[in-house]
């Protein structure tokens, strides 16, 4: 361990699960890292337990912390999103000097990252809010890292970062995402679409126990074999790794003693709140964070114990051949949610101009992150072929993937409906996408009434310009 009189490349405030582990990860990869917490015991507990990992520099005060690091100086702030980041921010910007750059490496909410690069900036510090994935794990062995804020800044920061990131093929799971918010809105999106996968392996688990009446090990030998396949994914190869657990209480399975009830930290309903301000339907994402809400209403679920389910369909019977459909259902819905976040990280970008590049998203959510797939290459390439591509379902892969799948994805939410188990975002996949084909969708209806009790006006369909009926009078139509 060097002296507090050591110049450190790179320091990191916060050395909570993630903090310490980053800290480490840096360390190994051969830079000093001066290390500070607001309770220096974690800062001791760190240093006692893995200090010989690398050269660390132990601060106590942030005037030491700031002190010790190299200039331009580099802070890594890892700290509870929201409040406590601001007022680590605060504290030291008063002790930092222009130039110097502050990371925000938490879970902030985008338009905070876009105030506070303002703010940062207009005292000359560069503020870069930095999107991280991969979890406690991920942050020792290799995150995928999605930093934001100045491209000046991320020259002198962004080989630091892709070093510690995970590598695919080469390519660090880490590039410079845009200007001030943009790489925590896309880190945002990122989770939301982790939301979106988690629930639809949900509802695939569901339809194998209450459809097929698989057990839970069963149902991790179906996950393990998917997982050889292209579904192959961190999140399906930890359902099988979970679903395998035995409680060592009771001798049952582990998820058959833990209570339903989903809870969340928020950022899903971050990104479905952005997506209705954008205009952007996300429904798969929208359905996964509505679904823990209903799972965790548990008052209201025990009430309604006993509800009619009317007459239920028969089960199916070819157990093969409803398996693939299962499959083929849940690849599908996949491809609708990855869709629609792509939709939404095109959105984000029109609306606050920071010229963002789904190709380079799809590359560095290859590895370190939580929703790194095989799956991921395929949307890199997709972009690669047509960057303005206007919907990923368009992209031929992805096309013929569902074309090859929509009988099976049908069957299953159809045999789900007639057995009352729940698949919402199975069902809101499938009526997206049949949304999306449609020739001619009801909205023409819709724009009808608005007209009739809002004078709304509404286009026609063979002429230009808006157009209004009189409805309460004799019904004839003017030009608006
Ligand atoms: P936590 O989110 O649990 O935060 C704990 C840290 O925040 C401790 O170092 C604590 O210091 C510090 N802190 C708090 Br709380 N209030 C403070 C204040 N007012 N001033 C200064 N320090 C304060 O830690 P985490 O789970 O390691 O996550 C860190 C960040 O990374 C969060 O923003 C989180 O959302 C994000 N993130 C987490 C994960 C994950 O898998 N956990 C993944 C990706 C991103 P103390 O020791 O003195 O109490």
Redesign the pocket.
Same mark, same amino acid.
């Given at each position: 361990m060097a002296t507090s009189e050591a110049r450190a490349q790179i320091g990191v405030? @916060?050395? *909570?699960?993630?903090?310490?582990n980053i800290a480490r990860n840096f360390a190994r990869h051969g830079y000093t890292v001066a290390l500070h917490?607001?309770?220096i015991?974690?800062t001791d507990a760190l240093l006692e337990a893995h200090g010989g990992e690398g050269d660390f520099v132990r601060t106590e005060t942030v005037e030491e912390f700031v002190a010790a690091l190299e200039k331009p100086r580099r802070v890594l702030i890892?700290?509870?999103?929201g409040?406590?980041?601001d007022?680590?921010i605060e504290e030291l910007a008063d002790a930092m000097e222009p130039g110097d750059i502050i990371i925000d490496? @938490?879970? *902030?909410l985008y338009t905070d990252t876009i105030r506070r690069e303002a703010a940062m900036a207009a005292r000359g510090l560069n503020f870069v809010g930095a999107g991280?994935?991969?979890?406690?794990e991920?942050?020792l062995n290799g995150?995928a890292i999605m930093p934001g804020g100045p491209k000046e800044s991320y020259e002198s920061l962004g080989p630091m970062l892709e070093s510690i990131a995970a590598q695919v093929d080469g390519t660090p799971c880490c590039t410079h995402i845009g200007p001030d918010g943009s790489g925590h809105f896309v880190k945002m999106v990122h989770n939301g679409i982790e939301y979106a996968d988690m629930q639809l392996i949900g509802e695939a688990y569901n339809l194998f126990r209450d459809a097929l009446g698989f057990d839970a090990k069963q149902i991790a030998d179906v996950f393990t074999q998917w997982n050889t396949g292209e579904l192959e994914s961190y999140l399906v190869e930890i359902t099988a790794e979970v679903l395998n657990q035995v409680d060592a209480k009771t001798g049952k399975p582990l998820v058959d003693v833990i209570v339903d009830a989903a809870e969340q930290?928020g950022t899903g309903r971050w990104t479905v709140k952005s997506a209705l301000d954008l205009g952007i339907p996300v429904t798969g994402i929208a359905e996964a964070v509505f679904a823990r809400a209903l799972s965790g209403s548990r008052t209201q679920r025990a009430a309604a114990k006993g509800l009619a389910s009317g007459v239920l369909g028969e089960k199916p019977t070819d157990v093969a051949e409803f398996t693939e459909a299962i499959r083929q259902a849940l690849y599908a819905s996949k491809i609708v949610a990855y869709a629609q976040g792509f939709d939404q990280i095109a959105a984000g970008s029109a609306e606050y101009n920071w010229d963002l590049h789904p190709g380079d998203l799809a590359t560095i959510w290859r590895g370190g992150c939580i929703i790194r797939a095989r799956f991921l290459n395929r949307i890199k390439e997709a972009y690669e072929a047509d960057p303005a591509l206007p919907s990923l379902i368009l992209a031929p892969y992805f096309r013929e993937a569902i074309e090859k799948a929509i009988d099976s994805w049908r069957r299953v939410v159809v045999v789900a409906t007639q057995l009352g188990i729940p698949v919402p975002a199975f069902a809101s996949s499938l009526s997206y996408y049949d949304g999306l084909r449609a020739e001619r969708l009801p909205a023409a209806l819709t724009q009808g009434q608005r007209d009739f009790f809002g004078a709304h006006t509404y286009e026609r369909i063979d002429a230009e310009g808006k157009y209004h009926t009189l409805w309460s009078g004799d019904r004839s139509e003017v030009p608006a």
């Open positions: 405030t @916060g050395l *909570a699960v993630m903090g310490s917490n607001r309770s015991g974690k890892m700290v509870k999103a409040d406590a980041t007022a680590v490496g @938490g879970n *902030a991280i994935s991969g979890g406690e991920g942050a995150p930290k």
